[in-house]
């Protein structure tokens, strides 16, 4: 499974930024999916992370009440809302996904315990 995440730019602090992960050739909807990211010098961070069905989330604390993850299961895409973004929340953003049994409903926070990454995408955020 190949993941593209996408979205990433530049952005004033405060403002506003959607990032988006797909899956090429196939959909994501059996899989759980995870936001995590990497600043500079800094270790790589859960962000937030959606069972495959879309019930059940769990996220970073710095970006609680900031950050909203969501799935489309008919597109086969996991987003990323990230509001009143910080200097701090500034890092590369990568997607991770895997396979989930249907009736395995939880979340996945590890990041050791994903299958598939994606190759990342910037964010910056200017202060």
């Known amino acids: 499974v190949q993941l593209q995440a996408s979205g990433g730019g530049l952005v004033q602090a405060g403002g506003y930024l959607r990032l988006s992960c797909a899956a090429s050739?196939?959909?994501?909807?059996?899989?759980?999916v995870g936001w995590f990211r990497q600043g500079p010098g800094k270790e790589r961070e859960l962000v937030a992370a959606?069972?495959?069905?879309?019930?059940?989330?769990e996220y970073g604390d710095p970006v609680k009440g900031r950050f909203t993850i969501s799935r489309d299961n008919a597109e086969g895409t996991v987003n990323l809302q990230m509001s009143s973004l910080r200097p701090e929340d500034a890092a590369v953003y990568y997607c991770?996904?895997?396979?989930?049994?249907?009736?395995?409903?939880?979340?996945?926070?590890?990041?050791?315990?994903?299958?598939?990454w994606g190759q990342g995408t910037l964010v910056t955020v200017s202060s």
């Open positions: 050739g196939r959909t994501l909807r059996t899989y759980a």
């Open positions: 991770a996904a895997v396979i989930k049994d249907p009736f395995d409903t939880t979340v996945t926070t590890h990041a050791r315990r994903y299958t598939y």
């Open positions: 959606i069972s495959w069905s879309g019930g059940s989330t």
